[in-house]
């Protein structure tokens, strides 16, 4: 390949919880990662939405999400979360592509597949992952062995310690996704969204990594929760918006993360740093 391929990764932007507000704070930080992406130094081949898209799933919250990825240059594919609705994601973004009624779909990139599952249920905060979708995934997954693959979802098929929020890893849908990966070498990394939090870990053997969210970020609190007695805990907190940026350069997948914001620059590439620059660039073996 020429030069890496970088797939940009938003995800819980959870659109329209503040109904009625054209600059509620969801939209103002998602506008300010497009411009990130847009107009920064590492623009992206791709930008792959990964669930809780919207708050409620409704047709306004898309066409206002549809609105604001629209100056991107580069293709935009959406994926599904709990807070999502598989009819109204579609309307909004015709070009998704659906297989047994569900938004799982196969990009075929520069040497990289990246494999997009669905694991909405409808009526549920956590994960569904039927037989149905296992199915195309073990397919998808056997007609090509070889060619590195990544794949994504909403859910992360783990606990992480965040009690309040995780799925449990016992439920049947982690079994289910687990026999449909295990054994596929070709698989390079999963990523994630769901948690609100930036989180790395490993699955089955393979790499698997979490994005923080573009909506305020989940609390950072591993105690154990009783559902029964509110303790006063904090659950949200305005942390800045964050972005996954995944490079793929045909051997290796690395994933970086960005807070949005105005940060004070230390320093810049001038004449002061050219000694230290050219120290570790001489470093390095000839091409």
């Known amino acids: 390949m020429d030069r890496p391929l970088l797939i940009a990764q938003l995800t819980d932007i959870h659109i329209g919880f503040d109904r009625g507000n054209p600059d509620e704070h ?3 930080r998602l506008r300010e990662a497009i411009d990130r992406l847009v107009n920064g130094p590492n623009r992206p081949d791709l930008l792959l939405l990964t669930g809780d898209l919207t708050e409620f799933g409704d047709a306004e919250s898309y066409a206002r999400l549809a609105e604001a990825v629209a100056p991107c240059p ?3 594919w959406p994926m599904t979360g709990n807070h999502d609705d598989r009819e109204a994601l579609v309307a909004a973004f015709p070009q998704t592509p659906l297989n047994d009624g569900f938004v799982q779909f196969v990009l075929d990139l520069d040497g990289l597949r990246l494999i997009v599952l669905d694991t909405l249920e409808p009526g549920r905060h956590g994960a569904g992952f039927c037989e149905t979708r296992a199915k195309w995934l073990v ?26 929020l995780d799925s449990d890893a016992r439920e049947p849908w982690i079994a289910r996704f687990a026999d449909a990966v295990r054994g596929n070498g070709q698989i390079c990394g999963i990523i994630a969204g769901h948690l609100h939090r930036t989180i790395h870990t490993q699955f089955e053997g393979f790499q698997l ?13 591993l105690t154990p929760i009783d559902p029964e007695t509110p303790d006063n805990r904090p659950m949200i907190t305005d ?11 045909g051997k290796q997948f690395v994933s970086h993360f960005e807070g ?10 001038d004449d002061s740093l050219k000694p230290i620059v ?3 660039h001489d470093e390095r073996p000839p091409a």
Request: with cysteine.
């Open 139 to 164: 397919d998808r997954l056997a007609e090509d062995r070889t060619t590195p693959t990544v794949i994504a979802m909403h859910h992360p098929p783990f606990e992480s310690g965040i009690a309040w």
């Open 278 to 280: 050219r120290i570790i």
């Open 74 to 76: 580069f293709p935009v």
């Open 239 to 249: 942390e800045p918006a964050i972005y996954a940026l995944h490079r793929w350069d």
């Open 209 to 221: 990594t979490v994005c923080s969210s573009i909506a305020p970020t989940v609390a950072f609190d």
């Open 26 to 28: 969801n939209m103002l």
């Open 260 to 269: 949005l914001g105005l940060y004070p620059v230390w320093a810049r590439f």
